[in-house]
């Protein structure tokens, strides 16, 4: 091998973990079958383990590794990171629910491996190609871990809505990335950026960069490419909804923001625009949508809506200010949002898992650890201080503010204090209604999660620092 070629295979160590490791997982799977299921399991487990040390752990910084198609910068470290922790949660929680619910099967924890995979890819693309490349490995393996549980008409239904959606916005990005080719020759985000020095570009780049990011909002689910979230976080089972609810939404954030900050830093105005539009209507419907929802997944994926939006103010911003809000906005997302399904997945009645928002009626008297964690977790969710939720918001809104976007951050604040009213109401349920069932004990794996996220989520304003020195690097980066 090439001397100078190691640099490059080294940036993308993580990777070639994860796909060798897929490849490896899959042959054992072949040969043995679902006797195999609890070793490919934990060997997946151990995958993104070990690519999330690597990725945090090596000093490799290459901003143009393979010919200028692949990042390893602290932004890609920060949210690869974000993403594996986030998978590898989702995972753990998997395991005791698929064996209840009697559809435990090998190829479930490889697909996870090699969605995670064409995540990684994702965020660490730096050309519209390898973006793409990155975007459909994780989307084809999604598709199938939507509809995994074959038996279940719901998990194939949504698993069937979110393959016929998803190929709608594949095609959207296409064209969006193929009408931006076609203007500026180029495929590279910084040779894209070289080309738009000192122009606009004229109609057809605005209409390749309308395109391009309302692919991007699909796959982050922003209003208006919501329509597939409710459904399919209801329809599929539990912890792969976490999933969805989780990792997923770190890579789709990640590439949308490396996508508009290094491919169209000259167009700002362009971009801007339709990132306002789509933060104010992501806000506003996670806002509304979700009072009269009594089913929590379907709760969640409101939420996540309007978390998107709240995001989205931060990208708007269009500042290294902004993207560290984004970068921390998402990572005590991730938190929230896996101890959130932690505890939907401790709803269980015998071997029955139950979903409905009045079935945690009077928990602070069956469970009251739960019921405590849960609620501070539900207080972070509609941005109560001192909670890590409510440093998250006021880190986006900042960065509006000082970026002259003074009416968007005013409109933010105001659809928060709006979507509180059904945060608090599951509070008002968990404390002051009478219980109706008593769960089972919580499995060791959701305690686990519980614990970690809720802990972080209560007690991340006495050290902030950590977090806040890695995000504002991590955006630092993509200036």
């Known amino acids: 091998m090439d001397a100078s070629a190691l640099p490059h295979f080294a940036a993308a160590l993580p990777e070639i973990v994860l796909a060798g490791g897929a490849l490896a997982l899959i042959l054992i799977g072949a040969i043995a079958g679902d006797r195999a299921t609890g070793l490919v399991n934990g060997l997946a487990l151990a995958l993104l383990a070990v690519a999330t040390v690597l990725t945090v752990a090596l000093p490799v910084d290459t901003p143009a590794a393979f010919g200028g198609s692949f990042t390893a910068d602290a932004f890609a470290r920060f949210m690869k990171a974000l993403a594996f922790i986030a998978a590898f949660a989702a995972l753990a929680l998997s395991f005791d629910y698929m064996r209840r619910e009697n559809f435990a099967r090998f190829e479930y924890a490889i697909l996870v491996v090699l969605s995670t995979l064409g995540m990684a890819l994702m965020i660490s693309a730096s050309d519209l190609i390898a973006l793409y490349l990155g975007l459909e490995l994780q989307s084809l393996a999604l598709y199938v871990i939507a509809a995994i549980h074959r038996d279940d008409e719901r998990s194939t239904e949504a698993g069937l809505k979110y393959f016929v959606l998803g190929a709608l916005s594949s095609g959207m990005l296409l064209y969006g990335a193929s009408l931006v080719y076609g203007t500026t020759g180029a495929v590279g985000f910084a040779d894209i950026a070289a080309a738009l020095q000192g122009g606009t570009g004229g109609l057809g780049l605005t209409f390749g960069i309308v395109f391009l990011l309302s692919g991007f909002a699909f796959k982050i689910s922003a209003v208006p490419f919501h329509m ?3 459904d399919v976080y209801e329809g599929a089972p539990t912890p792969i909804t976490a999933f969805f609810a989780s990792a997923t939404k770190v890579a789709g ?3 949308f923001v490396r996508a508009v900050t290094e491919a169209f830093p000259g167009v700002t105005t362009e971009w801007r625009q339709v990132v306002v539009f789509v933060a104010i209507a992501s806000m506003a419907l996670g806002s509304f949508a979700a009072i009269g929802q009594r089913n929590l997944k379907r709760l969640m994926a409101y939420s996540s809506i309007g978390h998107m939006g709240y995001v989205l103010v931060g990208l708007a911003a269009g500042t290294p200010e902004g ?11 991730v938190a929230m949002t896996l101890g959130a399904f932690a505890c939907i997945l401790s709803m269980r009645i015998g071997d029955r898992y139950v979903e ?3 079935d945690l009626a009077g928990l602070s008297r069956t469970k009251p650890a739960m019921a405590f964690v849960l609620t501070m977790i539900i207080f972070s969710l509609a941005g109560i201080p001192p909670l890590a939720g409510f440093f998250a918001k006021f880190y986006v809104f900042y960065a509006a503010v000082n970026a002259g976007l003074m009416s968007l951050a005013v409109v933010g604040f105001v659809l928060s204090v709006i979507g509180a009213f059904y945060y608090l109401r599951i509070v008002k349920i968990i404390y002051f209604d009478e219980p109706t069932v008593e769960f089972a004990p919580m499995t060791l794996p959701a305690k ?4 970690i996220a809720g802990g972080f989520t209560i007690l991340y304003f006495v050290y902030p620092a950590p977090l806040t020195a890695a995000a504002a690097s991590a955006a630092q980066s993509l200036f």
Not at 448 to 451: D, E, G, H, I, K
């Open 323 to 333: 993207v560290r809000g984004v970068a921390i906005y998402v990572a005590i997302y």
């Open 228 to 230: 597939w979230t409710p």
């Open 356 to 358: 409905s928002i009045d």
């Open 253 to 255: 954030v990640a590439m």
């Open 448 to 451: 686990a999660v519980l614990t």
